[in-house]
């Protein structure tokens, strides 16, 4: 409470920013980000999550108390306010070159970096892979043994504090080039098919009942998704625009592997 306390009065005097105090506090916020200590947002009991805007907060207010340096790394060279993440190995994270990660982004036990890259306040938890050219943008939460293929896309979220990031649920597999973006949620063990692009603003159709059901910005549990089209009317005509169809369900009769497997052969889903 006192650090959230010292927070709310920085961000609305930013010349508190030049006080020892405060500084002392935006820095041991992000220290405690990166050990996993705070999140950006958390799962509550009843299975809604909670944003801590006044941890955002923190980490927008890190930048300006922060100078560019000059980081190298062998016959590489970087020019950056923030510091890169450290100690892999006592962390327990597998980390393949050239992947980066910020310090003040959390990568729990088990987590696998191929070639990517995780932005600060974002927190990856166990047995999660990060594949290659995967971005998980800053404050995204992404949960246990998510599996986010090539080029997968997590948006990241600072401004305005008091919206959702882009939450990632336990065991979600995100397939190569899918766009995730503004605050969209996936369900736990959710399947998102190759290329599927979800917005805020996005359909999510549910296409395996007698009658179609919408959502936006979620994807339920088990679900799996391939991207679709659907008309829409302008002045000039009418045009098809993306959407996402939920084609089917994940299997509970197999572990969570095979389960995949059989979620993506029986719905024909590229991956």
Not at 18 to 28: F, H, L, P, R, V
Not at 233 to 255: E, M, N, W, Y
Request: charged share 20%.
């Amino acid at each position: 409470m006192e650090l959230r306390t010292i927070i709310e009065k920085a961000w609305d005097n930013r010349e508190l920013l030049k006080e020892k105090e405060t500084q002392i506090a935006i820095k041991t916020i992000i220290a405690d980000l990166d050990s996993g200590v705070l999140r950006v947002a958390e799962p509550a009991r009843d299975g809604s999550w909670k944003v801590n805007d006044w941890v955002k907060k923190a980490v927008i207010l890190y930048f300006p108390i922060q100078k560019m340096e000059t980081i190298e790394v062998g016959p590489f060279e970087f020019h950056d306010k923030m510091a890169l993440k450290s100690n892999y190995a006592k962390q327990g994270v597998r980390v393949v070159p050239h992947a980066v990660a910020r310090y003040g982004a959390y990568l729990a036990n088990g987590v696998v970096m191929m070639p990517s890259y995780v932005n600060i306040g974002a927190y990856v938890d166990s047995g999660t892979m990060v594949d290659t050219w995967a971005t998980v943008g800053s404050c995204a939460q992404i949960g246990k043994d998510v599996h986010l293929s090539g080029g997968v896309g997590i948006g990241g979220v600072l401004e305005p504090v008091q919206a959702a990031p882009v939450i990632i649920e336990d065991g979600a597999f995100i397939g190569s080039r899918a766009i995730i973006v503004e605050g969209v949620r996936i369900g736990k063990q959710a399947v998102i098919g190759a290329g599927v692009t979800l917005t805020a603003s996005s359909k999510i159709i549910d296409v395996t009942g007698p009658e179609p059901v919408e959502y936006k910005g979620y994807v339920p549990e088990r679900s799996v998704v391939i991207p679709g089209t659907i008309p829409k009317t302008f002045a000039s005509g009418t045009f098809q625009v993306p959407c996402a169809l939920i084609i089917g369900q994940r299997k509970a009769s197999t572990d969570l592997k095979t389960s995949l497997n059989d979620a993506l052969r029986d719905n024909s889903v590229a991956v």
